[in-house]
């Protein structure tokens, strides 16, 4: 696996910065950038091209998702670099927001704070009600990670983990995929799975390290990242799940979707968008389009 420069891996491992940003627009740092393409800025809405830049929303977790570099003030990552070449092919400056937790995503979304949200988010048919998409990451794989001194038994269904604990993040859909494999686990006559939520990814992954949980539920790109570099941690399972892809997030009906489509599948086509992807070491969740809406789940 090939991993970004520039950064101490066990020191970002368990970052987390989880308050507001006290400055309007956290600095970034991308990885790839491109070249703009004049034809597609003629789809970007008035009001943004008089403003001048795209505001975007991020929860910073850990790689290789979005994260603070060892400054803490500088952000890097999958999403920082895909809506940062977004933008540069569409010839407009982005500007990065820090939302204080992924449960502050959708309402920020809503109310007009961001008018794009990356952050490792699922698109929904519940979340579709009241946000809209634009798919640019496949997300069929999850995994769970345990202490390698727990020694168990690596396996690829939930079914496995009836009648023990497994942690997710709050707000994320493994929660309620876990939820839903404990009711499968009682309708089969087997116990329950106790099921535990922490605030973000990093905390779950503290928990495992500490012993608070034997296991952790999350997506698979980020957990593979922190079992490679905290040396007590495994992976002990790999799910593979029916999910649409992770997203670009809009307040409903954006008139900016169609121009991040486009940029996207501008990116898809001329190969930027893969360099990215395995910049990070994550190039087996490349997608081939980037679907919008109701098409992400046809």
């Given at each position: ?8 891996l066990?020191?970002?491992?368990l970052s987390a ?6 400055e309007?627009?956290?600095p970034?740092?991308s990885?790839l950038h491109?070249?703009a393409?004049?034809a ?7 009001d943004i ?11 910073p ?6 994260f ?10 999958r ?5 940062n ?13 820090d939302?204080?937790?992924f ?10 704070r961001y008018?794009?949200a990356l ?7 519940t ?8 798919g ?9 990670i345990?202490?390698k001194?727990a020694n168990i ?8 983990v009836?009648?023990k604990e ?21 309708a ?22 500490s012993g608070?949980v034997?296991?952790?539920l ?9 079992v ?5 941690l ?5 799910i593979?799940?029916n999910d649409?892809?992770?997203?670009v ?7 900016l979707e ?12 001329d ?12 190039g ?13 789940f046809?």
């Open positions: 696996m090939k991993f970004a420069k520039g950064f101490t066990f020191a970002l491992a910065h989880t308050t507001f940003a006290a309007p627009s956290v970034t740092d990885a491109v070249q393409d004049p597609l800025k003629s789809l970007l809405p008035a091209v008089k403003r001048g830049y795209i505001v975007a929303g991020t929860n977790n850990t790689p290789p998702t979005t603070y570099k060892e400054d803490n003030k500088t952000l890097a990552g999403e920082i670099d895909i809506m070449a977004v933008g540069e092919r569409l010839g407009i400056a982005v500007q990065w927001r939302t204080g937790g449960d502050n995503i959708i309402p920020g979304l809503k109310t007009g008018d794009v952050s490792n988010i699922n698109a929904t048919p979340r579709l009600k009241q946000i809209d998409f634009v640019y990451y496949n997300a069929s794989l999850l995994g769970v345990s202490k001194a038994t690596p396996f690829k269904s939930l079914s496995e009836c009648g497994v942690g997710a993040g709050s707000g994320t859909t493994q929660v309620t995929r876990l939820e839903e494999a404990s009711k499968a686990c009682e089969a006559g087997k116990p329950p799975i106790k099921v535990s939520v922490f605030p973000d990814r990093p905390a779950g992954v503290q928990a495992v390290v608070r034997p296991m952790f999350g997506p698979y790109e980020g957990l593979l990242w922190q490679k570099i905290i040396k007590p495994t992976m002990s399972g790999e593979t799940v649409a892809p992770v997203s997030a809009f307040p409903k009906a954006s008139p169609p121009a991040v489509q486009a940029a996207l599948t501008s990116l898809i086509k190969g930027s968008y893969k360099k990215i992807l395995d910049n990070w070491g994550i087996f969740g490349a997608v081939t389009e980037a679907k919008r809406n109701e098409e992400i046809q």
